[in-house]
């Protein structure tokens, strides 16, 4: 076993030198006196032992990944010393999982952003300032001696809000920074995580069946699981409701993935798939159910668009299932049998899977997923996808200025139909250091997203960030993005801090709130009062500039006179955050649900209409959330539909249905590998490597080799391998598996931290993103991440 | 005065580790890779790929057995390890003496050396924590994504965990050394 073979020696070392850490860094603490505010102290060893007396327990909706599963964290004396699962949360179904658990060692990272900090040095060379806030407030507006501000970037633009970009990571407070940046300081130039992620999926779906839907795995009783490692990659309800039910216990489990995961470990059948080449696997299942007359006429008769055409398409171009044996390396037998058995199944479900774009014809491919899992007719309904109904609630007014110096978004070249919300990551990054943009971008804002290790060719985006005139970084920890900051904004982590109310799932529908479970720890701040702040700071300032270049802004102030301009327009940045979160988020329950709803959401951390009612235990371990025949297994709505042909896509130059290229075809160099990317259940992308608990259970990232190839080029486990792309090299330990094809390697994401203040993760494994090519796929922009070939040396 | 056990639902575990972590946090476990009271065993698929044998590749939750004929109990030579009123197998850390001989006992590995107090440590069932509190579940029960677990009095015949082992096949890990473990792993 892996885990057996890794020396401890490290991990001892690790643990005396934090043990000291932790015990100066409560000298330095300051104990706040009790009162009604909670208390935050930092506990004096790494792991806490929980007490039997009385403690909080206050409910949290965990950050440590997407998910947003619920808890209550236990409070002893200010410290957090457990966070244990919350039963009222439909989605997270009563669990924490191991980040989950470990989100407390997070919060008491020792090597976390602890104040404001100003570069003094270098870019890069580590070299900061402790300021105090309004400091850190000024340098962004007046810059330094070193570093340009706002106010003199936006002068020489002429206004231009544009000048200045910004990036913000999935999370609660992302539509904060988005009414920060975008509505009130007024830029278009948005980027975040939904181009490195899983933005064709997104699109394909919503383009051909309406939805993106929640997949119904708690009855489903057919499952093709493709691309989608749900042991690992963990999503809720998903992986809780599949587990206890794959291995002959109902829910037949058939796997798709060039490696063997763990979710290929508990599946029926799994299939090693060529890399980038499930399009062709689907057009072969479909090949067959059409060829057959396997699929729901009936659901096809109302509901399909351009079923005649798709029909005629498949066959035409012959997508036999000897056709995609070649292409796919899974036996034409396999893909008869599969199509068979998933149309005869009562509830089968192609899952639709979540995650980045793995090759470039990803898009087609979650089109012709869509339409497959419709020519079963299982959707909208119990044990399929289901449209459902989220609870609603009311949106929140911001008075934005109209800045007529703005100037639009430019990253859609080779793009065919850009996101208006958050562009291309990849194209925009592109554009701006190869110097296309049609005007300069000088300013970059990153909030929770870490670009320099999460958006493919490292080096090409740290040329980005070393173009710009001024950085600017909001984050609970020095990730490699920070070191190219500066200013940095320490924010408070997800356990110091209430969260805007949030709603969650169609099927089981609920409201969920994230209470702060102790204050923030030293200097740090919840980012929706750095927004505040800051807005506050910048208000008057840049309005000057715009008096200055907007002739529309000059001729309402000739109209209505600068003091009704300023104030009735929106100019005053922070009125958005007049009220604070807590005071939010009780206006907008008790306006949706009313006051008592309010009160059991303060308390359990979870509201859904008659909760009290409908939640009821089923054993020690698992809870009723919503009676059967209140779930919203079917829904009336719109949305239903197949749309095979989508003719509209044929004017924007995309495929208007899902077609081979020979371009797709998988194949690699002699000599060199395809190198794949992925996860483990034990870590969030770079976001968690630096958790100390989390890094006893994956201490660091290995590339995996096949077996043979390792024995024939003499390469034992934990040999140093040097990897090479185009892009750039690393080096990284090796891991000889036979779960893994002859022709590929496999290395886990967000490894290889290059900032020393990481004392954790710095140095630690590999960055992948200093690997990958920059390569997009042509419908969004959307990097592609299985795509680039490497070629491996023992060193 | 209860006789607690636990009932796996082991084909549930996806070896995410959520009971490890969940363990270490509540009962303050040293760190390190090693110091662990609880662990999912796991082993590479046989086979070449692409042909792996998917049954061979299997995740078996495990921690200490709380046995009732326990080796450990048995070699102690300071009775630092003893049974408790619950039938739950502890160690009083006063009285370990460190010869590791329970440990070499142990035919299921369930102990470590605590390097802070230099003595065995092992699961307690959350013993001084959870159930100290009142609470029925332990952490790594409470935590599974999967609800692998079912921690319960064995004696109580309509406890949870007695309902299970009655409907259910289930065997135990080593049953053949006549230890009579109280994990019982449910097929």
Redesign the interface.
Known sequence: ?M?KE?S?RR??Q??VALSVIGGSALAETHLLPSGKEPLSRIPE????????KQAQEVPFLCGICVNKCAGFARVEDGII?????NPYFPKS??????R???G?QTTYDPDRLKYPLVRIGKRGDGKYKRVSWEEAYDAILNGTRLFKGLKEILDEEKDNRSTIAYCNGEGLSKEGFESLMGEKIGTVNYVDEVSICLETVLGGYFATIGTYGEADLGHADYLVIAGANR??A?I?PD??DL??R??G?GLKTIVLDPR?T???????????VNPGTDLAFVLALTHVVLTEELYDKTFVASHAVGFESYKTHILSNKYTPEWAEKIT?IPAGEIVRTAREFMAAEHPIYYQGRRSVFSKNDFQLRRAMAIFQGLSGNLNKKGGIIYGEPLKLPEEEISAPIYSQAKDRFDHEGVAILSQRAGSWMVFRDMVVEKKSPYRVRAMFMRKHNPVDSVPDTAKTIRFLEGMDLNVIIDILPSDSAMFADVILPEASYLEKTSPVTSYGLLEPAIVQRKAAIKPLYETKVPEQIYKELATVLSKPLFDISKKYDKDLQNEIKNRGEQAVYKEDGYILSDFWDKDVSEKNKERMVKAFGEKAWKILEEKGVYYPHIEQYHTQL????YRYYPENRKKYHVQTDALKLICDYKHLAAKGVDPMPTWKEEYTFSVPEGQFRLITGRH??FTQSATTNN???R??I?TNYLWV???VARNRGIKFGDMLEVKSRAGKVTIKAYP??????NQVFMAHGFGSMNPEMTMSYGNGANDAILLEDIHEPVYGAAVMNETNVEIRKV | MARYGMALDYKNCINCRACEVACKEENGVELGAEKHRIWVGSNNPDGEWPNLSLSSAVFLPSQCQHCEEAPCQEVCPTNATYYNDDGIVLVDSDKCILCTYCMNACPYDARYVDERTMTVDKCTFCSDTRLARGETTTACQATCPTKVRTFGDLDDPNSEISQLLENREHFSLKAHLGTKPKLFYLR
Do not use: H
Not at chain 1, 81 to 85: A, E, G, I, Q
Not at chain 1, 93 to 98: F, H, I, P, S, T
Not at chain 1, 619 to 622: K, S, V
């Open positions: 076993m885990q890794i401890r991990f001892l690790g643990s060893s790494i792991t806490t032992k929980t007490s039997t010393t457990k966070l244990d699962p179904r009563n669990m924490l999982c191991a989950g658990n470990a407390i042991a690992e963990i809720t992986t809780l587990f206890k794959s291995e216990r063997f763990n979710t290929a470990a508990k599946a029926d059948r799994w299939y090693a390396n054993n020690p371990n698992e259940a034990q100390m608990m989390l006893d259970l201490p096949n077996q043979r598996t036979e779960k893994i094809a002859p």
